[in-house]
């Protein structure tokens, strides 16, 4: 009998903390013929370490059940490189020019006596994106504002009465930010039309409106949107991993000195790594749940491991302890400090008395004269690995294999094989029957196939794609799809159907190859991403400054298209309709349907059988409209970010944009989505 939970890790893992990157020769390469400094080797060679420790800790049948969190501390690189650096002086008296020198990994001598920080950005960076783009950001909190009264709930101690106080109770969601500020008189403006209306620039986030925010601030996909500082960053991660993971997703986080909460214990889909860029931030990170006999729990119930503490899983720190979640990490990050957390991992973060007993000044990259507030906020960049938001797993090509060829699948509660209303979520959300699996067949399941797909070496233009080696895998690959589905059946004492109506090993191989020409489609459109965001960059560089500065009120459609809100939405479209393209394929009877022309010329894709639930987060096409409320011909139409409020019986949808204006009656057109953003923190 195999066991139900995987042996607990040990809390004081001798390898929690890892060494500081050193860089490579392949990183210094890569940066010189990408034309980027050494800042981004460093983030490159970083990436190549974290791809090494998961394919150490990935089994030959793809599962990462025994990766843990690790933690690199910047002071722990310093102290050494100081003490290294103290030495070469001490052993080179007599030549000046090799005291306190060390060579950067590009031939340049330059003195250092500290390590350098991985990747940088401060709150003048932001502030910098801020005023040469148009950003848009939200702030997270729990959906429940409601707290726990801990004293009449749960035993407590007192350092539990500090840090569990006012804690939120609900599922996290994010809400639209918007500027607190009123808008200046002055920054409106006449059209001939002689109709007021807010100029495109009186309408752009506020930095005051940022950093006085009362929760943590997200911009998400910020390495797509901030081209200047956090482009070349994302790229340097994806070429850094070189496969593992089919693309990477930047997210920027902002939150104030002593919030009790900035985020609330939850699980994520993705591999994250977070490096600190300011400021101190707590975080906590617990083991996946062992159960209990009081509480249900993620392999009994009804709770996605991947998504704990969302939607309507209300999670808490009491909740993880009544779950036996062992806690594996408790510590402050200060700048400089990188900290890998596995998915499914549970943490939670706080910047709760972060800076008591500390001297603040020392760890932050601001200036001394900055505003007490903007010093002492906490910016850390997450980097998303992300396999299961793209259905790289077992798990979702299992299922789709199995609806292509119209097999039974004994881990459908439904049961409904010719279902219309099949979504990313019902092939790859891991709840029900599945969570009752053994735990090493639990485990193959979740595994990604993102080193098996998205390998960097392959081209899927390229005649030779399919190499004897490239094919040798797509059969080890398919034999281990075959052996998880026959022992599914097995677990579930279901015989898979009749000798003709049952996976077959040909059955796998076709799926496998589809998997994998859309994985390198997916990696192919992050680097066109991030490519596109550095050659906007070259061209502001030429040009002399932010393009928004530049551009003003003047939005024409060459200018307006070159901006991030425009040009990125572009990339995620893209990696929508490879999802649809993936999901489609498990349906015998369905096939991409083509664009159709509207009345306003647009081109629009009649909707695919995707459903939206409350809380999804698309896009709202929005014409162009004077201040009256008319639509005009020359005022830019675009996509908006929005988030879906409710889902209507007519069909229809009702919405809240980025802004914070409702939108009711929306048709599915309309709307573009749900799009696999997925929110770690």
């Given at each position: 009998?195999?066991?139900?939970?995987?042996?607990?890790?040990?809390q004081?893992?001798?390898n929690?903390?890892q060494?500081?990157?050193r860089l490579h020769?392949e990183?210094?390469g890569?940066a010189?013929?990408?034309t980027?400094?050494?800042?981004?080797?460093?983030?490159?060679?970083?990436?190549l370490d974290?791809?090494?420790?998961?394919?150490?800790?990935?089994?030959?049948?793809?599962s990462?059940?025994?990766?843990?969190?690790?933690?690199?501390?910047?002071?722990?690189?310093t102290a050494t490189a100081?003490?290294t650096?103290a030495?070469?002086?001490?052993?080179?008296?007599n030549?000046?020019h090799?005291t306190?020198?060390?060579?950067?990994?590009?031939g340049?001598?330059?003195t250092?006596?500290?390590?350098?920080?991985?990747?940088?950005?401060?709150s003048?960076d932001?502030?910098s994106a801020?005023?040469s783009d148009?950003?848009?950001?939200?702030?997270?909190?729990?959906?429940d504002?409601?707290t726990?009264?801990?004293d009449?709930n749960?035993?407590?101690t007192?350092?539990?009465e500090?840090?569990?106080?006012?804690?939120p109770?609900?599922?996290w969601?994010?809400?639209?930010?918007t500027n607190?500020?009123?808008?200046?008189p002055s920054?409106?403006?006449?059209?001939?039309q002689?109709?007021?209306?807010?100029?495109f620039?009186s309408?752009r986030?506020?930095w005051?409106s940022v950093v006085?925010?009362?929760?943590?601030v997200?911009?998400?996909s910020?390495g797509?949107?901030i081209?200047?500082q956090l482009?070349?960053?994302?790229l340097?991660?994806?070429?850094g991993l070189?496969?593992v993971?089919a693309g990477?997703c930047?997210?920027v986080y902002?939150?104030k000195?002593?919030?009790h909460?900035?985020?609330p214990p939850?699980t994520?889909?993705?591999?994250?790594?977070?490096?600190?860029?300011?400021?101190r931030?707590?975080?906590?990170?617990?083991?996946p749940?062992q159960?209990?006999?009081?509480?249900?729990t993620?392999?009994?119930?009804?709770?996605d491991?991947?998504?704990r503490?969302k939607?309507?899983?209300?999670?808490?720190?009491?909740v993880?302890?009544d779950?036996n979640a062992?806690?594996?990490?408790d510590?402050?990050?200060?700048?400089?400090?990188?900290?890998?957390?596995?998915?499914r991992?549970p943490h939670t973060t706080?910047?709760?008395?972060?800076y008591?007993?500390?001297d603040d000044?020392?760890d932050n990259n601001?200036d001394?004269?900055?505003?007490?507030?903007?010093?002492k906020s906490?910016?850390?960049?997450t980097i998303?690995?992300?396999t299961?938001?793209?259905n790289?797993?077992?798990m979702?090509m299992?299922v789709?294999?199995?609806r292509?060829?119209?097999?039974h699948?004994?881990l459908?509660t439904?049961?409904d094989?010719d279902?219309t209303?099949?979504?990313?979520r019902?092939?790859?959300?891991c709840?029900g029957k599945v969570n009752q699996?053994?735990y090493?067949l639990?485990e193959?399941l979740f595994?990604?196939l993102?080193?098996?797909?998205c390998?960097?070496?392959s081209d899927d233009d390229?005649?030779?794609t399919?190499?004897?080696?490239?094919?040798a895998?797509?059969?080890?690959?398919?034999?281990d799809?075959?052996a998880?589905?026959d022992q599914?059946?097995?677990?579930?004492?279901d015989r898979?159907g009749?000798e003709?109506?049952?996976l077959?090993?040909?059955?796998?191989?076709?799926?496998?190859i589809h998997?994998q020409?859309?994985?390198?489609?997916?990696?192919?459109?992050?680097?066109?991403m991030?490519?596109?965001?550095?050659?906007?960059?070259?061209?502001r560089?030429?040009?002399?400054?932010?393009?928004a500065?530049?551009?003003?009120d003047?939005?024409?459609k060459?200018?307006a298209?070159?901006?991030?809100i425009?040009?990125?939405?572009?990339?995620f479209?893209?990696l929508?309709?490879l999802?649809d393209e993936?999901?489609v394929w498990g349906?015998?009877r369905?096939?991409?349907p083509?664009?159709?022309?509207?009345g306003?010329?647009?081109?629009?894709r009649?909707?695919?059988?995707?459903?939206?639930?409350?809380?999804d987060h698309?896009?709202?096409y929005?014409?162009?409209?004077d201040?009256?409320g008319n639509?005009?011909n020359?005022?830019q139409?675009t996509w908006?970010?929005?988030?879906?409020?409710k889902v209507?019986?007519?069909?229809l949808?009702?919405?809240?944009t980025f802004?914070?204006a409702?939108?009711?009656?929306v048709?599915?057109?309309?709307i573009k989505?749900?799009?696999?953003?997925?929110?770690?923190?």
């Amino acid at each position: 009998m195999l066991p139900t939970h995987p042996p607990p890790p040990h809390q004081n893992d001798p390898n929690l903390f890892q060494p500081y990157p050193r860089l490579h020769s392949e990183s210094v390469g890569w940066a010189r013929q990408h034309t980027l400094d050494e800042r981004h080797a460093w983030t490159h060679s970083l990436f190549l370490d974290v791809a090494s420790y998961l394919r150490s800790h990935t089994t030959p049948k793809g599962s990462r059940a025994t990766c843990l969190p690790f933690v690199i501390q910047h002071k722990a690189a310093t102290a050494t490189a100081t003490a290294t650096t103290a030495s070469r002086s001490t052993n080179n008296n007599n030549n000046n020019h090799a005291t306190d020198a060390a060579a950067d990994g590009c031939g340049n001598r330059k003195t250092r006596s500290t390590a350098p920080s991985i990747i940088e950005f401060t709150s003048d960076d932001l502030k910098s994106a801020l005023a040469s783009d148009y950003l848009n950001a939200c702030t997270g909190r729990s959906r429940d504002t409601n707290t726990i009264d801990h004293d009449s709930n749960h035993s407590r101690t007192n350092e539990d009465e500090d840090e569990n106080k006012n804690e939120p109770y609900g599922g996290w969601r994010m809400d639209t930010l918007t500027n607190t500020q009123k808008i200046n008189p002055s920054d409106r403006i006449r059209r001939p039309q002689q109709q007021e209306e807010y100029s495109f620039q009186s309408q752009r986030l506020h930095w005051h409106s940022v950093v006085n925010a009362p929760h943590t601030v997200v911009f998400n996909s910020a390495g797509a949107h901030i081209s200047s500082q956090l482009a070349p960053t994302s790229l340097a991660a994806l070429h850094g991993l070189n496969g593992v993971a089919a693309g990477v997703c930047l997210n920027v986080y902002l939150t104030k000195a002593d919030l009790h909460q900035s985020a609330p214990p939850h699980t994520d889909k993705q591999d994250v790594v977070v490096v600190q860029t300011q400021g101190r931030k707590r975080w906590r990170v617990y083991a996946p749940s062992q159960g209990s006999t009081t509480t249900a729990t993620p392999q009994h119930g009804h709770f996605d491991p991947f998504c704990r503490g969302k939607g309507d899983d209300a999670l808490s720190v009491q909740v993880l302890r009544d779950e036996n979640a062992e806690l594996l990490v408790d510590i402050i990050l200060v700048a400089g400090d990188v900290l890998f957390i596995p998915a499914r991992f549970p943490h939670t973060t706080d910047t709760l008395k972060c800076y008591a007993n500390a001297d603040d000044k020392k760890d932050n990259n601001t200036d001394d004269d900055d505003d007490e507030v903007q010093r002492k906020s906490s910016i850390h960049l997450t980097i998303g690995l992300d396999t299961h938001i793209y259905n790289m797993n077992f798990m979702s090509m299992r299922v789709l294999a199995l609806r292509r060829w119209g097999i039974h699948d004994c881990l459908n509660t439904n049961n409904d094989q010719d279902s219309t209303t099949d979504t990313d979520r019902a092939m790859n959300t891991c709840t029900g029957k599945v969570n009752q699996l053994s735990y090493e067949l639990r485990e193959g399941l979740f595994s990604s196939l993102d080193n098996y797909v998205c390998d960097s070496d392959s081209d899927d233009d390229d005649d030779d794609t399919w190499t004897l080696e490239n094919m040798a895998r797509t059969w080890m690959i398919a034999n281990d799809l075959l052996a998880l589905h026959d022992q599914t059946n097995v677990e579930c004492d279901d015989r898979g159907g009749t000798e003709n109506n049952s996976l077959t090993l040909d059955h796998c191989v076709e799926a496998v190859i589809h998997f994998q020409t859309i994985g390198r489609k997916i990696k192919q459109c992050h680097e066109d991403m991030y490519h596109a965001a550095l050659e906007e960059e070259q061209k502001r560089t030429v040009e002399g400054g932010g393009w928004a500065i530049n551009v003003r009120d003047v939005m024409v459609k060459e200018r307006a298209d070159r901006l991030s809100i425009f040009r990125v939405p572009v990339f995620f479209e893209r990696l929508d309709l490879l999802r649809d393209e993936l999901r489609v394929w498990g349906n015998r009877r369905q096939v991409l349907p083509k664009n159709l022309p509207t009345g306003d010329g647009r081109l629009i894709r009649p909707p695919l059988p995707i459903i939206l639930l409350s809380g999804d987060h698309v896009e709202i096409y929005v014409p162009g409209m004077d201040a009256g409320g008319n639509v005009h011909n020359g005022i830019q139409s675009t996509w908006s970010s929005a988030n879906i409020v409710k889902v209507r019986s007519d069909g229809l949808y009702n919405l809240v944009t980025f802004d914070g204006a409702v939108q009711e009656g929306v048709a599915r057109h309309d709307i573009k989505g749900p799009h696999g953003l997925g929110l770690f923190l």
